[in-house]
């Protein structure tokens, strides 16, 4: 068996190349290129450039060569307000108070983005059998689901040689992605930029397919009346309620009559605060269906930044004080701090803000800060505490993994595996200290143990 990620970074040249980065891959224009190479002699973006445009509609020549800068040379520092604010309390906070009285419990395991890769529909029941246990050995599994289903000739039409900016996938690379073993993700979010990539209709196909599969989708309702409404799972006695919206849907507009098929709010504009109102419409949906416990997916962020924006942190903590008890965020493609934030609302309450949790397959195999995300595995508590109902988080980790390639005899086959598991030592040494550094940036040090 041959380990491409050795191969690729180790001494010995690869027979076939694989795609590191975007820059391997998108085409820019020159005077886009000559930015980047400007901003990597003089130092420009070491720090996060301050006004960035990321929905298509509000991108500049700029914000274009600081995107592709940025995918080849991820953006590690951040201002001092920004580590102050989501390393105010570490893990250690969170826990059950000392009264508290459990009746019932669950546990949660949460994924970054599913997208699509070459072959990767020859890894079903491969790709997930390093990280089962924490995924997909648990009560409720979720992820963000970033590639609408096609029919195999609109994909090889659409996908372009790797070159197009449209994810979709065949229903063979859908398989792969959402089982494992018979078994599959409880909640897959589709309310991310991609939504619309082959329009509406495969949106509906997309969902029509989870819908077979026992998968409840979160973020694209399907009716008027579905729009801001949350979503309402129940598992052993504890009832879920998920809210979801994204910053973006690339610039594609929906349908006229169809305004209402994905959650879509401005959560990054560069000319105005993020619009909480869609999400606040959605916690109070849940408030009313009595939910235990509030989850959200957002898909937000700046894409290769291993920090978020200050405004985001205020937005998650507006949005925790409202209700939210979990924020899984998504969309930067690398990890973020995950953030342990106790409310005001409530002195005992610990929500867990997981700024980015990465993104878990794609089509780039060996630049460290991309193929690397994060799995958080948590444990939830329903009980009562001094006689008052109460669902708290009991414990949280966060896990990083990685996607590993192999070529072995009968193909090329995608593993997801557990970075703690691995040592420093052959060919990929070089991969695995930058990924252990990466999580180090982000997690601080106790994340292995």
């Known amino acids: 068996m041959k380990n491409l990620?050795?191969?690729?970074?180790?001494?010995?040249?690869?027979?076939?190349?694989?795609?590191?980065?975007?820059?391997?891959?998108?085409?820019?224009?020159?005077e886009t290129l000559e930015t980047v190479r400007k901003a990597k002699v003089f130092g420009w973006w070491d720090f996060p450039l301050e006004d960035v445009g990321v929905d298509n509609p509000e991108m500049n020549a700029n914000d274009s060569a600081y995107w592709h800068y940025a995918s080849g040379n991820p953006i590690t520092k951040t201002k001092q307000e920004v580590s102050e604010a989501v390393f105010q309390s570490g893990i250690s906070a969170v826990g059950l108070p000392g009264d508290f009285e459990t009746e019932s419990s669950l546990t949660v395991g949460a994924a970054g983005?599913?997208?699509?890769?070459?072959?990767?529909?020859?890894?079903?029941?491969?790709?997930?059998?390093?990280?089962?246990?924490?995924?997909?050995?648990?009560?409720?599994?979720?992820?963000?689901y970033e590639s609408v289903v096609a029919e195999d000739d609109?994909?090889?039409?659409?996908?372009?040689?790797?070159?197009?900016?449209?994810?979709?996938?065949?229903?063979?690379?859908?398989?792969?992605?959402?089982?494992?073993?018979?078994?599959?993700?409880?909640?897959?979010?589709?309310?991310?930029?991609?939504?619309?990539?082959?329009?509406?209709?495969?949106?509906?196909?997309?969902?029509?397919?989870?819908?077979?599969?026992?998968?409840?989708?979160?973020?694209?309702?399907?009716?008027?009346?579905?729009?801001?409404?949350?979503?309402?799972?129940?598992?052993?006695?504890?009832?879920?309620?998920?809210?979801?919206?994204?910053?973006?849907?690339?610039?594609?507009?929906?349908?006229?009559?169809?305004?209402?098929?994905?959650?879509?709010?401005?959560?990054?504009?560069?000319?105005?605060?993020?619009?909480?109102?869609?999400?606040?419409?959605?916690?109070?949906?849940?408030?009313?269906?009595?939910?235990?416990?509030?989850?959200?997916?957002?898909?937000?962020?700046?894409?290769?930044?291993?920090?978020?924006?200050?405004?985001?942190?205020?937005?998650a903590h507006a949005l925790v004080e409202e209700g939210v008890d979990l924020i899984l965020g998504a969309h930067p493609h690398v990890i973020q701090p995950v953030e342990y934030y106790r409310t005001?609302?409530?002195?005992?309450?610990?929500?867990?803000?997981?700024?980015?949790?990465?993104?878990?397959?794609?089509?780039?195999?060996?630049?460290?800060?991309?193929?690397?995300?994060?799995?958080?595995?948590?444990?939830?508590?329903?009980?009562?505490v001094g006689g008052e109902p109460r669902t708290y988080i009991e414990s949280a980790k966060p896990n990083p993994v990685y996607r590993n390639i192999s070529e072995e005899a009968n193909g090329r086959f995608m593993r997801i595996q557990k970075l703690c598991d691995q040592d420093e030592n052959g060919g990929a040494a070089c991969a695995i200290v930058k990924m252990k550094q990466y999580a180090t940036l982000v997690l601080g040090d106790g994340w292995a143990y």
């Open 344 to 384: 005001k609302r409530d002195p005992n309450r610990i929500a867990v803000i997981a700024y980015s949790l990465g993104t878990l397959t794609w089509g780039w195999y060996t630049a460290p800060h991309l193929i690397l995300s994060l799995i958080m595995h948590l444990k939830l508590a329903k009980g009562h």
């Open 113 to 144: 983005d599913l997208i699509r890769a070459d072959g990767l529909e020859y890894s079903k029941d491969i790709l997930f059998e390093g990280i089962e246990d924490i995924l997909f050995d648990t009560d409720v599994a979720f992820a963000n």
């Open 5 to 30: 990620l050795d191969r690729n970074l180790g001494t010995i040249a690869m027979p076939h190349h694989l795609p590191s980065t975007p820059m391997d891959v998108f085409s820019a224009k020159p």
């Open 154 to 315: 609109v994909v090889k039409k659409s996908i372009v040689d790797g070159q197009s900016f449209i994810m979709c996938c065949s229903s063979t690379q859908y398989t792969a992605l959402t089982e494992h073993r018979g078994r599959r993700f409880d909640v897959l979010n589709i309310a991310n930029n991609h939504s619309l990539d082959l329009g509406v209709e495969s949106l509906s196909t997309t969902q029509d397919l989870f819908l077979r599969d026992g998968i409840m989708d979160i973020g694209a309702p399907r009716s008027a009346q579905e729009y801001g409404k949350g979503k309402v799972f129940v598992r052993n006695g504890i009832k879920l309620g998920f809210v979801s919206a994204t910053f973006s849907l690339n610039g594609k507009p929906l349908p006229t009559g169809q305004e209402f098929r994905v959650h879509t709010s401005k959560l990054m504009s560069r000319y105005v605060p993020p619009d909480l109102e869609l999400l606040r419409a959605q916690i109070a949906d849940c408030k009313i269906r009595g939910c235990d416990f509030i989850v959200a997916s957002i898909h937000w962020g700046v894409e290769f930044e291993f920090f978020p924006r200050l405004r985001q942190i205020e937005a």
